[in-house]
């Protein structure tokens, strides 16, 4: 008794172990770049449809049948029987295509922009380089206006020292100025004193020769 229930058991865990073996290894598979296919409730053409499937769509493999037919599930999670001859493992070609033409449009976008960027760049960097020679020329005015105006402020400390110079030279001036005319003074007081008394000496001189001369005649005259 025990022998057969076992056996039983055995049974019937092999036979939920086929028939969960499908669902535990689906696999991805896309329908193939021909035609609509028809999703069935049943392997063969008489059993009804249920959907379509276009050309590329996604499905995932949950039975495969020797009759020619696999069991699949849709996006959307419908279920149903498919021919096998219309599914391939891979994306089609037509989908392929479409992907990569909407990557090279993708591509296309983002070149252009970076064209438009680049033309803006562009722009930008011309701007920056004007107004980087503007500053430079505008720096180069402002450096002469400087060593200008330094010059400038440098004049008053110049005249300043120059003024200081002539100050001192007018002092001496005035000093040399003040010592001439006390020689000059000296010098006419002398000049009179000398002309006194070459004066005094002339008078005296006439008075002798006005005493001597009488005299002197009154002896020729008597030696006559």
């Known amino acids: 008794m025990k022998s057969v229930k076992t056996r039983f058991i055995y049974i019937l865990v092999a036979s939920l172990t086929l028939s969960l073996s499908p669902l535990l290894h689906a696999e991805t598979k896309y329908v193939s770049d021909h035609l609509v ?6 392997e063969g053409s008489e059993f009804q449809v249920i959907k379509t499937l ?11 049948s020797d009759s020619g037919y696999t069991f699949v599930e849709t996006a959307d999670g419908t279920e149903g029987w498919v021919r096998s001859q219309y599914l391939q493992p891979e994306v089609t070609a037509r989908k392929k295509l479409a992907s990569v033409e909407t990557q090279l449009e993708k591509s296309k976008a983002a ?15 011309k701007l920056i380089s ?12 402002l450096d002469s206006e400087l ?3 330094s010059e400038v402020a440098k004049r008053p400390i110049i005249l300043d020292k120059q ?3 002539l100050q001192h030279a007018n002092v001496n001036l005035e000093k040399d100025l003040q010592r001439l005319k006390q020689e000059n003074h000296s010098l006419k007081d002398r000049s009179q004193r000398e002309w006194f008394i070459v004066g005094a000496l002339v008078l005296f001189g006439g008075i002798i020769l006005g005493l001597v001369i009488p005299k002197l005649r009154t002896k020729k005259r008597s030696s006559w």
Request: net charge positive.
């Open 111 to 125: 070149l252009k922009k970076l064209k438009k960027n680049y033309t803006e760049l562009n722009k930008k960097y």
């Open 130 to 141: 004007q107004n980087q020679a503007k500053l430079s020329a505008d720096k180069s005015k």
């Open 37 to 42: 296919i028809t999703v069935r409730t049943g």
């Open 147 to 149: 060593a200008r105006i």
């Open 163 to 165: 003024n200081r110079k």
């Open 54 to 64: 276009g050309s590329g769509e996604r499905v995932e493999v949950l039975e495969t």
